[in-house]
């Protein structure tokens, strides 16, 4: 950050805070008196000897009411004013007692705030023209303001109005948008004042306590832009001991820096009527005048009324397009959650409506992100830079919904992402899963029209100069998208609920199809069970019998009966061996596990030496890596290990040398085993038939083996928390690995 960057925020901030509800001084086309619950005099500002022709510090202490015209009851007058009035109230008018007989009477407004009784009294303009009686104008504009279409349509029949009732030589109306940015949508001016409709303000021409100010005080009149200010004397409340309040005080004066931007505009009057909707100031009226002009108490009123109307006329307009625009934002809310229930997964149901899909947020692309896979639809970055998004989502970790109308400026981490896009849009569907659903703004490049060149200056004093040009100066903007509405980003979290809500609904399904799964299961376990075990004996019965008649009558045999009596021994061990695996397979639902603490290298050693008689034609080269302890049951974790070592002992003997790696791959919260061999492996399309029972991707003339040992494998893994899976190249081997989880106690 440069010296002259840091000067000018320093500037600004000063600027902002600026204490203009308590300038110290009044404006002084009338005076100023703060009265205790006595009427005595606390403060008053110090033209008022100009009225009353006594100095201030004469008049501090002494009763206000005596230095009225005895025919003035001001106890009386202030029994109008409502108990919880704050703003100024016109209670009457008076005379004052040292005033000569043809002096003009003096108007009254009265206000209590900080403690105290504000009066400020103006003289009554004796200026009364035609158009002096101002209901029928208000009548005629209140009556034909509903035939407006358009919000623009009201502002421009508003500045007109207020015109013809002040006679300002130039008002213009303008709003406000989200960063305090001010565009001109309505002007009526007369010849030879400079035009600013379609141009813009920018924010910092009215500082954050003037517009909350602007907010509560809904209007503001300077006569005469070369004022000497009056002050107040004393300079505290003396309720308070502080700067009197001044927030709602008609004649407040106001900051000198306002009054040198409205020289440098060529205004000397001016008078702003706030726009407030919602109760957040939406936009002002403001009138400008290039000579010093008044504006009597009746005229502002009726400027007020005009105002207060319009107000809640933008508000009904608004109301009523924010009503319409939730109406088509929930149909389309509707479309996509009718879509999801008819469809499997909530990702099936939303790409089966890509068009419903963009509508919803107005934007060219979006993506629905899973923890398997990324779907795009329309115009979006590339699949690499939407996950590192939602990388970037996931580990901000904040508000479930996040949006910007310009990811250069705010996704500093992914420049990348701003060449694809410039808004984004995204919801979180998930606290626990990076699951999202993403909406992409392309960027939106625009030239704005400003009123003079927004850039600030600072003065020797350290304080912001106003500008002195207000002649259009074209500025263009670019990486910004179109600003993402309240409206859409409240109806993705209404659509993240919904989705949600099918989620549940869809996991209750499940979890009532998995207790009638587990039930049969249990079922079908039984019956294997009953049925293994049953057919155990007349299998055994048939091997041996087929055994015996071999040796006792083998002799009285054909060929052909030696070689039928050989198959029915193979077949009956085959079906044997088969019924003992049916039987352990099913057992290992039924079975508890025991968990203990285990030495997978003890198991593969033991193994390694079981299997080495049936090893010794054939040259296996072992790579075994040191295994790290795990928490299982001994005898499943030995009968895992045992099917994956005996499978790759198998699938390898077409290889000379084979060659068998038994390894581990540690992870934060799981430990990893594999057994890789080089072997004949499979076609990765047929990954997932592994694991299932009686699943065979090999012929059983070339491989022996009942196909069960894999879905026994898996059974047992996942019994233990774990996962299981397999890669395999055609005639290049395959590895199977599996995990548990890691346990405290052994990390």
């Known amino acids: 950050m440069t010296i002259a960057s840091t000067s000018l925020d320093q500037a600004v901030e000063h600027c902002a805070q600026e204490p203009i509800q308590v300038p110290g001084s009044i404006q002084p086309q009338g005076f100023l008196v703060v009265l205790d619950d006595d009427l005595n005099i606390l403060q008053a500002s110090a033209n008022i000897e100009q009225w009353l022709g006594v100095p201030v510090t004469h008049l501090l202490g002494q009763a206000f009411p005596d230095r009225l015209d005895e025919r003035d009851h001001l106890a009386d007058l202030l029994d109008t004013l409502p108990t919880e009035e704050i703003f100024p109230f016109h209670i009457g008018d008076v005379r004052l007692r040292q005033g000569s007989p043809g002096q003009a009477p003096l108007r009254v407004l009265a206000h209590r705030h900080d403690q105290v009784l504000i009066l400020e009294l103006e003289p009554c303009r004796n200026n009364r023209t035609r158009q002096d009686d101002y209901y029928p104008l208000v009548r005629a504009f209140v009556s034909t303001l509903h035939q407006a279409t358009s919000i623009d349509e009201l502002l421009q029949r508003s500045v007109q109005q207020i015109k013809r009732i002040t006679g300002f030589g130039r008002v213009k109306a303008y709003r406000f948008d989200a960063e305090g940015t001010g565009t001109v949508l309505a002007e009526d001016a007369d010849p030879g004042y400079p035009q600013y409709l379609g141009l813009c303000f920018p924010a910092s021409d009215i500082p954050r306590q ?192 996040f949006h910007t109308d310009n990811v250069r400026r705010d996704i500093e981490l992914l420049p990348e992402l701003a060449t694809h896009a410039a808004g984004v849009l995204a919801v979180a569907i998930s606290q626990i899963h990076s699951h999202y659903l993403v909406w992409f703004r392309p960027e939106q490049a625009q030239v704005v029209n400003w009123a003079g060149r927004p850039d600030k200056q600072v003065g020797p004093q350290g304080n912001l100069n106003p500008r002195h040009s207000f002649e259009r100066w074209q500025e263009e903007v670019r990486g910004f998208s179109a600003p993402w509405p309240a409206l859409v980003v409240e109806g993705a979290l209404e659509l993240r609920g919904a989705v949600l809500g099918i989620v549940l609904r869809k996991a209750e399904e499940l979890a009532q199809l998995a207790n009638e799964l587990k039930r049969s299961n249990k079922e079908l376990e039984a019956f294997s069970y009953s049925v293994s075990h049953d057919l155990r004996a007349p299998l055994r019965h048939i091997a041996g019998y087929s055994e015996l008649l071999g040796e006792i009558d083998g002799e009285h045999l054909s060929e052909r009966g030696k070689r039928f009596l050989g198959h029915i021994e193979e077949a009956a061990q085959f079906a044997g061996t088969l019924v003992d695996n049916l039987l352990n397979f099913s057992q290992m639902g039924r079975s508890a596990l025991r968990l203990s603490e285990v030495d997978p290298n003890a198991l593969v050693e033991a193994i390694r030496t079981e299997l080495a008689p049936d090893l010794a034609e054939r040259e296996v080269v072992w790579e075994v890596a040191e295994l790290p302890r795990v928490i299982a049951d001994p005898a499943f974790l030995n009968m895992v290990l045992r099917n994956l070592i005996g499978n790759a002992i198998k699938y390898s003997r077409v290889r000379h040398p084979a060659r068998i790696q038994i390894g581990a791959v540690p992870h934060p919260h799981e430990v990893e085993l594999f057994v890789r061999d080089n072997g004949v492996g499979f076609d990765m399309a047929y990954a997932d038939k592994l694991f299932g029972v009686f699943q065979r991707l090999h012929r059983l003339e070339e491989f022996e083996g009942t196909g069960i040992g894999l879905a026994s494998v898996r059974r047992i893994i996942e019994r233990h928390d774990g996962r299981v899976w397999a890669e395999g190249r055609l005639d290049q081997g395959a590895s199977f690995h599996f995990t548990l989880p890691r346990h405290p106690q052994l990390a």
């Open 210 to 401: 003037a517009r909350a100010l602007y907010r509560i005080n809904r209007i503001r009149v300077i006569e005469n832009a070369n004022y000497q200010p009056s002050p107040l004397v004393p300079a505290a409340n003396p309720r308070t001991g502080a700067a009197l309040d001044m927030s709602f005080a008609s004649l407040r004066s106001v900051s000198p820096v306002h009054l040198q931007y409205m020289r440098n505009m060529g205004t000397l009057a001016s008078m702003s009527l706030s726009i407030v909707v919602d109760d957040q100031l939406w936009g002002l009226v403001s009138c400008h005048h290039e000579q010093p002009r008044a504006v009597d108490f009746r005229t502002r009123t009726a400027c007020e009324l005009l105002a207060n109307v319009l107000s809640l006329q933008i508000e009904a307009h608004e109301s009523h397009n924010h009503t319409r625009a939730l109406l088509t934002l929930r149909q389309r809310i509707v479309q996509l959650l009718a879509s999801m229930a008819d469809h499997d997964s909530v990702s099936q149901g939303l790409l089966a409506q890509p068009e419903v899909m963009l509508r919803f947020a107005d934007a060219t692309g979006a993506a629905i992100i899973s923890a398997e896979r990324c779907d795009l639809i329309g115009h979006t970055p590339p699949p690499a830079l939407v996950n590192a998004l939602v990388h970037w989502l996931a580990q901000r970790g904040e508000d479930l919904v």
